[in-house]
């Protein structure tokens, strides 16, 4: 409302101070009045050019006394203009970061989708094995009535078989005795003889039918005790599935707090620990109890803690306030990890990024098992030129090339890239430029092979030292200094 009101003002006062000097040349004209010896006419023009300069001055004099912003703007300009371009390259870098952000997020909300879709998978497995469960029993209840019935059935069986034996035993009586009756006792014995066979003949096959009940019964039995382990592990796989969702909701979570904390860091300072930062990194061996186990996570946490105060530039800090925090479920599942003996390559890394100043780091491990990538003298990559018919350039573009494949196949056989730049080792710039200008000073007619080796056997914990060699016609002509090649100096290769 000030300025609309300025800008009235500012008309106004510049057409009645523009009039009111028209008028007084207009007047010095007739007048033919004369101002420092000058000729009349001169007279009213330096008069018209006063009124001029007046309304200017009294213009800038209103903005100036009303608008502490136009003064700013004025006297100020160039280092508004200055900060301007610092503060949009550094809403530049968040705007990258927070794309990359959305990206995890994007990643990290799939992945959910995919556990969902695996637990209700594991869910249907379970109702169908509860299924199968109950079937079993009912069968399990009808064999066992079966095997109820074939012992009356044996029972029965046997007490017939005690009366026949009480007959055939009054019958021998009555023979001793019934001379008279023999050959009808006879007849009668021989019949009594068939049925006792008939009657041992229906025992053996109740006894087999027995024998083989109890041979399904046992099999019925292994077969629910397989169903009941069979549960067993899907209940387990069910609760793996539900904790690995609660991990991604967890990291859901954090990611979109991450997203509003780069935004908030764009107002409040500068980004000193960005997420996925490697804090602390060693390897981790011959520890066979709990106990060491946890030592060793505290003497990584020791070594986050260190890097954290230096990345954060904290002063001051008691060596007692805990600045590196980690769940204590991370911890513990850690320590059971690296508590069997073998070894490992242990990195804590950033679970966000936090701002100088801040004094609670969150962190995340990072584990593998650091076991033999590459054996001595394996062939990683291998690249044709010509270097008599290419540029230093362009020899140089097709090494890159090489490092770059050879990054990514290190990625794919266990190497840890580097969070931050996803990079797994390095070549010394010098050694570089020295194997391409010792290769252009042969003068090789014709295509030479460039091979990237590993002079030494390489571990998951590395470091991953390259060596080039020029083979032609199946000899070796050049190679490069292998012996530097894992010092930490200007990167060119691996990226």
Do not use: C, H
Request: no cysteine; hydrophobic share 40%.
């Amino acid at each position: 409302m000030l300025g609309y009101f300025l800008v009235i003002v500012i008309i106004i006062l510049g057409g009645a101070i523009a009039t009111l000097g028209d008028r007084i040349g207009s007047k010095v004209g007739k007048a033919r009045l004369s101002l420092f010896n000058l000729r009349p006419k001169n007279t009213a023009i330096v008069i018209t050019i006063m009124t001029g300069a007046v309304i200017s001055a009294l213009t800038l004099g209103i903005v100036f006394a009303f608008s502490q912003q136009f003064r700013d703007a004025l006297f100020r300009f160039d280092d508004i203009q200055k900060r301007s371009r610092i503060v949009q390259q550094e809403l530049d870098d968040t705007q990258a970061e927070k794309d990359t952000i959305e990206v995890d997020l994007t990643t990290a909300r799939a992945s959910l989708s995919r556990t969902r879709q695996r637990l209700k998978t594991a869910n249907r497995s379970l109702v169908k094995a509860i299924t199968r469960e109950k079937r079993i029993e009912r069968q399990l209840k009808q064999t066992q009535s079966r095997f109820l019935q074939s012992k009356r059935e044996i029972t029965k069986f046997v007490g017939q078989a005690k009366q026949l034996r009480s007959q055939i035993q009054s019958l021998r009586t009555e023979q001793n005795n019934l001379r008279v009756q023999r050959n009808q006792s006879e007849a009668r014995l021989r019949q009594v003889n068939v049925q006792k066979r008939q009657l041992e003949t229906a025992i053996t096959q109740a006894q087999t039918r027995l024998r083989q009940v109890e041979v399904q019964k046992q099999a019925l039995t292994q077969t629910i005790a397989a169903e009941r382990q069979q549960l067993q592990a899907a209940n387990q796989q069910r609760q793996q599935l539900q904790q690995e969702v609660q991990a991604l909701e967890t990291n859901r979570e954090r990611l979109e707090k991450n997203v509003e904390f780069l935004l908030l860091g764009l107002r409040r300072g500068t980004i000193a620990i960005r997420t996925g930062q490697v804090l602390a990194s060693a390897v981790v061996q011959d520890v066979n109890s709990k106990t060491e186990a946890l030592q060793a996570i505290n003497a990584l946490l020791v070594q986050a803690r260190q890097s954290a105060i230096s990345l954060s530039n904290l002063q001051g800090i008691p060596d007692d306030q805990r600045i590196i925090q980690m769940r204590q479920s991370d911890v513990e599942r850690l320590a059971i990890r690296i508590g069997d003996g073998e070894s490992y390559l242990v990195r804590i890394l950033a679970a966000a990024s936090y701002l100088q100043g801040e004094r609670a780091i969150f962190v995340v491990p990072q584990l593998a098992a650091n076991q033999v990538i590459y054996q001595a003298d394996t062939r990683i990559a291998r690249i044709s030129v010509q270097p008599a018919q290419m540029s230093d350039e362009q020899l140089l573009l097709q090494i890159n090339q090489l490092f770059s494949v050879v990054n990514q196949k290190a990625i794919t056989a266990g190497f840890l890239p580097d969070p931050l730049t996803g990079t797994v080792g390095s070549f010394r710039q010098v050694d570089l430029f020295r194997f391409i200008l010792a290769l252009k000073d042969r003068n090789d007619q014709g295509t030479i092979d460039i091979i990237a080796i590993t002079p030494e056997t390489v571990l998951t914990a590395g470091p991953l030292a390259i060596e080039l060699v020029a083979v032609k016609d199946q000899q070796v002509i050049l190679r490069s200094n292998s012996s530097n090649s894992s010092e930490k100096e200007d990167n060119s290769s691996t990226r």
